[in-house]
C-alpha cells in the first residue's frame, strides 16, 4: 500500500502486482490492494505462487513471490520491480543471520537495488522506520493489512521482531545496527572484488564442468578462497552449498581427493580443481513450442520449435569428449517424444533434427 501512494506521490508510472500464496484466504487484502491500485490509476495483476510448500515455509514463500515477481516483469516488460522492505526489515533479517552464524556475506546489509531471478528490485524505503511509514499512509489517509504471520512465533522473524523494542530500551537502536550492518557491507563488497579476479581465471567446458588452478585457490586470502569454492560448486551444482560443505572442501585442497558439496562433486587433483553436477535431484524441464525455463538452475532454455520437448539430462549416451567426461551424462539433453535429439551446449544434433529450435544457455549462479 505505501509503494502505491509513493508511486502516486512522484508521479511514477506503475503496474501493481499481488502475489497470492495460497497459504491463507487473503481475498479482503487483495481487493484492497486492487481498490487503491485503481484510485490511483494504476493497473493491478493479482499473480498465483507456483509449487507446494516444502522445508522453511517463510523461506518458501519469499522465493515462491520473487519468482512469480520475476516472471511477471519479464513477461510484462517490467524494467524495476519496487518493494517496501523498511529499515526495520534490513535489522530483522540481519539479527536472524547472526543467529545463524552467517559470514560476512550474510551479514551485509539488505540492498537498496539489487538482482531478483534476473530482475532489477528496488527497495525505496529501507532507511525509513516501519513506524515512520505508517504514520505517512495514516496522513494520506490510505490504510493497509497486517499479515498475521508477522506476529506468529513460530516463526523466526516474528519472534526477532517483538525483540527489537527491547533491544532499543538497552541502548541498541536499529538505526546503528543497521549502519553496523552497512559497514559489513562496504568489507564484503572489497572481497567480492577480490573474489571476482580469482573466479575469472576459472574455466567451464561444455558440460557445465568447473576447472580453476589448485595454486591459485592456495594462494588466495582464506576468505576469498572460500566464496571462491562457494560460487564455483554453486556454478557447477546450480544451488549453493552449505558453508560446512564449504570448509571440508578447502581443507582438501592441500592433499587431494573428492568431496560433494551442494549437488556438485569436487575432485582436488596435483594441479587442477574441478567441479561438475552430481548425478542426481536433475528435474527433467518440458516445454510447449514458444515456452521459456530454467533447467537445473544451470541452463535457461526457450522453445522457439513447433514442437513439445523435454530437457533432461543426457545420460550414458555416446558421445565424442568434448568435455570432462564425468559431466557430459549431467549435461542438458533436448528430448522430443522421449527420444533425444540434441545435446546443445556439447555440440551434438541427432541427423534430421537440426531445426529442432531450442535455445540452452548457461546461466551464472
Not at 578462497?225 to 578447502?250: I, M, N, Q
Request: include cysteine; hydrophobic fraction near 50%; charged fraction near 20%.
Amino acid at each position: 500500500m505505501a509503494l502505491i501512494a509513493f508511486a502516486h506521490a512522484h508521479g511514477i508510472a506503475a503496474t501493481v502486482l499481488c502475489v497470492d500464496h495460497g497459504l491463507r484466504d487473503a481475498q479482503t487484502e487483495q481487493a484492497g490492494v486492487a481498490a487503491l491500485a485503481a484510485r490511483y490509476g494504476f493497473a493491478f495483476a493479482l499473480l498465483r505462487a507456483e509449487g507446494a510448500p516444502s522445508g522453511s515455509l517463510q523461506a518458501w514463500a519469499r522465493g515462491a513471490r520473487d519468482a512469480a515477481l520475476a516472471k511477471a516483469a519479464r513477461a510484462r516488460g517490467i524494467a524495476s520491480v519496487a518493494t517496501a522492505h523498511t529499515l526495520d526489515d534490513a535489522v530483522e533479517t540481519f539479527l536472524m543471520r547472526l543467529g545463524r552464524g552467517a559470514g560476512l556475506r550474510g551479514l551485509s546489509a539488505m540492498r537498496p537495488v539489487a538482482d531478483v531471478g534476473g530482475v532489477r528490485v528496488v527497495r525505496p524505503f529501507l532507511s525509513v522506520r516501519r513506524a515512520a511509514l505508517r504514520a505517512a499512509l495514516r496522513a494520506r489517509g490510505v490504510a493497509w493489512f497486517e499479515d498475521p504471520s508477522n506476529a506468529d512465533p513460530r516463526f523466526d522473524r516474528a519472534r526477532v521482531r517483538a525483540l527489537l523494542p527491547a533491544l532499543e530500551a538497552a541502548g541498541l537502536p536499529l538505526t546503528r545496527i543497521n549502519a553496523s550492518a552497512q559497514h559489513l557491507s562496504r568489507a564484503s563488497g572489497a572481497i567480492e572484488s577480490a573474489v571476482a579476479t580469482l573466479v575469472a581465471g576459472a574455466r567451464v567446458d561444455r558440460a557445465g564442468a568447473v576447472h580453476i588452478a589448485r595454486e591459485n585457490l592456495l594462494a588466495a586470502p582464506d576468505e576469498v578462497r572460500l566464496r571462491a569454492l562457494s560460487d564455483l560448486a554453486a556454478r557447477a551444482g546450480g544451488r549453493t552449498p552449505r558453508f560446512s560443505a564449504v570448509v571440508a572442501l578447502d581443507a582438501r585442497l592441500a592433499g587431494g581427493g573428492c568431496h560433494t558439496l551442494g549437488g556438485a562433486v569436487a575432485e582436488v587433483g596435483p594441479v587442477w580443481l574441478r567441479l561438475w553436477r552430481e548425478a542426481r535431484g536433475q528435474t527433467p524441464l518440458t516445454l510447449a513450442p514458444g515456452a521459456r525455463g530454467t533447467f537445473d538452475n544451470r541452463y535457461a532454455v526457450a522453445n522457439d520449435g513447433a514442437r513439445v520437448v523435454t530437457v533432461a539430462p543426457v545420460g550414458d549416451q555416446p558421445c565424442p569428449m568434448v568435455a570432462f567426461g564425468p559431466a557430459i551424462p549431467q549435461a542438458p539433453g533436448v528430448f522430443v517424444d522421449g527420444q533425444l535429439v540434441a545435446a546443445p551446449t556439447l555440440g551434438v544434433v541427432r541427423r534430421g533434427f537440426g531445426g529442432h529450435g531450442v535455445r540452452v544457455r548457461p546461466l551464472v549462479v
